[in-house]
Each structure stands twice: as structure tokens, then as C-alpha cells.
């Protein structure tokens, strides 16, 4: 038996969980509790992460699935397979070489490719690999931590979602440099858009609306491309719409575990705006008024503005309304001003030079005296 650490939970048909890099097993808890009352859940730790070990030996792609076979072979021989983004290639190759054992797909965040080429514009670029690449040498704890900081930007509850991923991190254990090393290789490396027609066993291909690890388009090529697939897009998730949308995530894969959905269609089939199925509805905190703080808060700066605008109006109301006296210190000093104003109008009265028409009449004068 492979020394693959495996953790089984529940009653039911099969379900094997494949987590993603640099991960482990400790992130699906919140999705076992959702579903061990339906399905014996059967979750592994890829080589080299959590509590599994890392051998060198095996280091492709197509080893690790076959390890992963051997693991899970003297505990079923028939089940589902869930894979989530690295977790999700690995499925696709055990579904591949495997399709006899393997009853249905659940692919999250998935894709063919991971790399961007000239006709595959889904993945990431090839300097951003080479970045990754290098920054993992450097500082591989540092790498993954941005890893996961990435994966829930644009989710609901994004810190939520990234507080769990670090805790599965710091309970269970976190991978080897060198699984990280082979694992980012497979992503920048393989290609299983080959394969993929020989992949008869029926797919839900699930994407997070707001994946920028994955992309949506990655997902909805790889749906088009498997013989017998379901494409759902998730509104306001991310990388882990198992996480931000747990109990929707479960309903969903239940059902399509269980064979209650109706017939699978392609999702070119699909009306244009089917394209992106929304399987969820907005969970509780998004349907959720805004607290009084934050509702009030707007109001508070507009009746501010409010407020001093008639600050000033209102005293000159209400002392014309009460008929205030003015004191008689207050009188005499307008009376002087009023004085001193007159006074100076007075003068520069007499100061005022004469206009036109009167020095015409006053030389008119002068001439007849001097007659």
C-alpha cells in the first residue's frame, strides 16, 4: 500500500477529493461536513503536501496519477473524482487512463493548459511562470503565501476564505519545496487538450466567475472540449467556490453526483446567455441589509452639509420672529459710526469737483464782470 496520506469520513457512494498546490487535505473539511451524510468521502494528500511524502522518483505527472491509483486501489474500486486546480489535471489523467473506475468528473477551477500559448490565450503568461518559478527558489513560503492571497481576490468573504486556506496550512502541514518545484513544472508544461476527447466519463466543469488563477474562458474551452460535460460559473467566487459558497458548492455536486440533474448538455447547446449558469443564489451576508453604521454613515455627512448651511440662517430668523432689542451701548456706537459717515460724505460733497455746465456758467460770469 502507498504511503499516500489518506483521511476517509462518511457513509455512501464513493468520492475521492484531489486538492490543489500547495495545499493539502485540511480544506475540504467544510465540504465533508456537507456531504459525509451522502457520500463516504475519501480525501488524499497529493505527494509531497500535508502529511503525504515526497519521492523523487516520481516526479511526472502521469507517476503521481498512478501512485494516487495504487493508494486508492485497496480502498475502491469505483468512485467519483473531485479535483480542484492542480488536483483537477491529475483527475483528468487518472480519467484518462482509468475511465473504467471512475463513475463521474467534478472538475473545479480546471483547465487543459495552464500556460498561455498562440492558440491556447486562456493561461498564464510565460514571464509570469518564469517570475514564479524563480520567487519559488528564492523563498518558497513566500511564493505560496501570494498564491494564496491570489486566489481569493475578487471572492465574497475573500478573507474568510484566505483565513482557511492558512489554517490548513499551519494544522496539517505545509508541501516540500521540491512537490511545489514538480507541481509547477506539470502547470507550466502540460498540455491535456489531447486527451480530452477519450474522456468519456460525464463532467461538471466548475469555474469561479472571478477566477484570475483559472480563468472562466479556461474552464468553459475545457467543457466544450469533454465529450459529456456540464459548465456552471459561479457568481462572486474565485479560485475556491468550494470555500466562499460551500453550501450551493455541495448542492450542486450532489446532485450531479447523484444523477438527479437532468441530461448533461454541451454548452455550446446552451442558449448564449446559459453560458454562465449562476448556481448559486446570494448567500446570507450578501442579502443582508447594511448595518445602521452603514447606512447611516451617508446621511450623517449630507445632513451635515445641511445643518451648515442653516446654521447661519436660523439665528437671523429667530431674532426677527422675537423682536430682539439692541443694547443701548450697541445703538450709541451706531449712531457715531453713522455720524462719521455723514460727516465725510459732507465733505467729499464739497471736495466733489464742479461739472462741466457750471464752470461755463462761472466763466460766462468772469467775462461780463471784466466788462
Known amino acids: 500500500?502507498?504511503?499516500?496520506?489518506?483521511?476517509?469520513?462518511?457513509?455512501?457512494?464513493?468520492?475521492?477529493?484531489?486538492?490543489?498546490?500547495g495545499l493539502n487535505l485540511r480544506v475540504w473539511d467544510g465540504l465533508v461536513d456537507e456531504l459525509r451524510d451522502r457520500f463516504r468521502v475519501i480525501a488524499v494528500d497529493l505527494p509531497g503536501h500535508g502529511r503525504?511524502?515526497?519521492?523523487?522518483?516520481?516526479?511526472?505527472?502521469a507517476e503521481q496519477a498512478w501512485l494516487i491509483h495504487t493508494t486508492l486501489a485497496p480502498i475502491t474500486n469505483?468512485?467519483?473524482?473531485l479535483g480542484w486546480s492542480l488536483g483537477a489535471q491529475i483527475a483528468l489523467d487518472l480519467a484518462a487512463a482509468m475511465p473504467a473506475q471512475i463513475e463521474?468528473?467534478?472538475?473545479?477551477?480546471?483547465?487543459?493548459r495552464f500556460a498561455e500559448s498562440v492558440d491556447w490565450p486562456h493561461g498564464m503568461t510565460a514571464p509570469a511562470l518564469a517570475a514564479m518559478a524563480t520567487q519559488l527558489r528564492k523563498d518558497y513560503r513566500r511564493t505560496v503565501a501570494d498564491f494564496l492571497e491570489l486566489q481569493v481576490r475578487g471572492s465574497v468573504d475573500g478573507n474568510a476564505v484566505l483565513d482557511q486556506l492558512r489554517r490548513a496550512l499551519l494544522t496539517h502541514g505545509e508541501a516540500r519545496r521540491e512537490a511545489l518545484e514538480a507541481g509547477l513544472r506539470t502547470l507550466t508544461?502540460?498540455?491535456?487538450?489531447?486527451?480530452?476527447?477519450?474522456?468519456?466519463?460525464?463532467?461538471?466543469?466548475?469555474?469561479?466567475?472571478?477566477?484570475r488563477i483559472t480563468l472562466p474562458a479556461a474552464s468553459g474551452a475545457l467543457a466544450q472540449a469533454l465529450p459529456d460535460a456540464q459548465y456552471v460559473e459561479i457568481r462572486r467566487a474565485a479560485h475556491a467556490p468550494f470555500?466562499?459558497?460551500?453550501?450551493?458548492?455541495?448542492?450542486?455536486i450532489g446532485d450531479f453526483l447523484l444523477g438527479s440533474q437532468a441530461a448533461a448538455r454541451k454548452p455550446e447547446e446552451?442558449?448564449?446567455t446559459a453560458h454562465k449558469t449562476e448556481a448559486s443564489q446570494p448567500t446570507a451576508e450578501q442579502t443582508q441589509p447594511p448595518t445602521q453604521a452603514e447606512a447611516v454613515a451617508p446621511e450623517k455627512k449630507s445632513a451635515g452639509k445641511k445643518r451648515s448651511k442653516t446654521a447661519t440662517r436660523r439665528p437671523r430668523k429667530k431674532a426677527r420672529k422675537r423682536g430682539t432689542r439692541v443694547k443701548p451701548s450697541v445703538q450709541r456706537a451706531r449712531a457715531k459710526v453713522s455720524a462719521s459717515s455723514a460727516r465725510k460724505g459732507a465733505a467729499a460733497g464739497r471736495a466733489k469737483k464742479p461739472s462741466a455746465k457750471a464752470r461755463r456758467k462761472r466763466r460766462k460770469k468772469l467775462k461780463r464782470s471784466s466788462r
Open 104 to 112: 463521474r468528473l467534478v472538475l473545479v477551477a480546471a483547465t487543459p
Open 1 to 21: 500500500m502507498s504511503d499516500l496520506h489518506v483521511e476517509i469520513s462518511g457513509e455512501g457512494p464513493d468520492l475521492v477529493l484531489l486538492h490543489g498546490w
Open 243 to 252: 470555500l466562499s459558497h460551500r453550501a450551493e458548492f455541495a448542492t450542486l
Open 189 to 211: 508544461d502540460g498540455d491535456l487538450r489531447p486527451t480530452l476527447e477519450h474522456i468519456k466519463t460525464p463532467a461538471l466543469v466548475i469555474a469561479g466567475q472571478y477566477d
Open 78 to 81: 469505483h468512485y467519483s473524482l
Open 52 to 61: 503525504s511524502p515526497w519521492n523523487l522518483r516520481l516526479g511526472t505527472p
Open 270 to 272: 446552451l442558449p448564449p
